[in-house]
Antibody, heavy 119, light 110 residues
Framework: EVQLVQSGEEVKKPGESLKIPCEGS????????IGWVRQMPGKGLEWMGI????????RYSPSFKGQVTISADKSINTAYLQWSSLKASDTAMYYC????????????WGQGTLVTVSS | QSVLTQPPSVSAAPGQKVTISCSGG????????VSWYQQLPGTAPKLLIY???KRPSGIPDRFSGSKSGTSATLGITGLQTGDEADYYC???????????FGGGTRLTVL
């Protein structure tokens, strides 16, 4: 069974850094792209970017480029989403999701990590 | 404002059929495959339809997808109270170089 497991809620202060994981299991982690999706409170889905763990090829949405860093460690089947300096506006649920094939669709999703940034 | 336009809400009675539209343009729906996702309250999205009209294993045939030109449609027949959720369409936008989602449609089963 394909599974993506994310960490629990994170509560941080503005200006702090954060790196949240997404661990894949049940499939060959290195051969599927992993994407990150933001959902702000009460809002819709926003695609942030995607990484190919096999060679760490990474693509960012123009809206998020320079704001976050996506990385992966294929030795432990884990992708990451990272901030160097959080803002209150980063408060949201963050999902990782596996791209299911050569076309753009996400066939398996993590349970989400809720990030709350507040002073 | 989302690149893909969905109605904010739709409703229908149990057992009935409902359709949810997703309107875009030539840079997204017009030239790329569409997928649909169901997000039950408090849970992660779940893939319902990919490549315009294909269902992943385990998704009942009550759910269907179609595409015509720059619009796509999700159909749900035999509505159940358990279908109450937010539904999102998604595709690649070649001009923006990003995945785009619709704003979401909340389905109420009356």
């Amino acid at each position: 069974e394909v599974q993506l497991v994310q960490s629990g809620e994170e509560v941080k202060k503005p200006g702090e850094s954060l790196k949240i994981p997404c661990e894949g299991s049940g499939y060959n982690f290195t051969t599927y792209w992993i994407g990150w999706v933001r959902q702000m409170p009460g809002k819709g889905l926003e695609w942030m970017g995607i990484i190919y763990p096999g060679d760490s090829d990474t693509r960012y949405s123009p809206s998020f480029k320079g704001q976050v860093t996506i990385s992966a460690d294929k030795s432990i089947n884990t992708a990451y989403l990272q901030w160097s300096s959080l803002k209150a506006s980063d408060t949201a649920m963050y999902y990782c999701a596996r791209q299911g094939g050569p076309t753009i669709f996400f066939d398996s999703w993590g349970q989400g990590t809720l990030v709350t940034v507040s002073s | 404002q989302s690149v893909l336009t969905q109605p904010p809400s739709v409703s229908a009675a149990p057992g009935q059929k409902v359709t949810i539209s997703c309107s875009g343009g030539s840079s997204n729906i017009g030239n790329n495959y569409v997928s649909w996702y169901q997000q039950l309250p408090g849970t992660a999205p779940k893939l319902l339809i990919y490549d315009n009209n294909k269902r992943p294993s385990g998704i009942p045939d009550r759910f269907s997808g179609s595409k015509s030109g720059t619009s796509a449609t999700l159909g749900i027949t035999g509505l159940q109270t358990g279908d109450e959720a937010d539904y999102y369409c998604g595709t690649w936008d070649s001009s923006l170089s990003t995945v785009v989602f619709g704003g979401g449609t909340r389905l109420t089963v009356l």
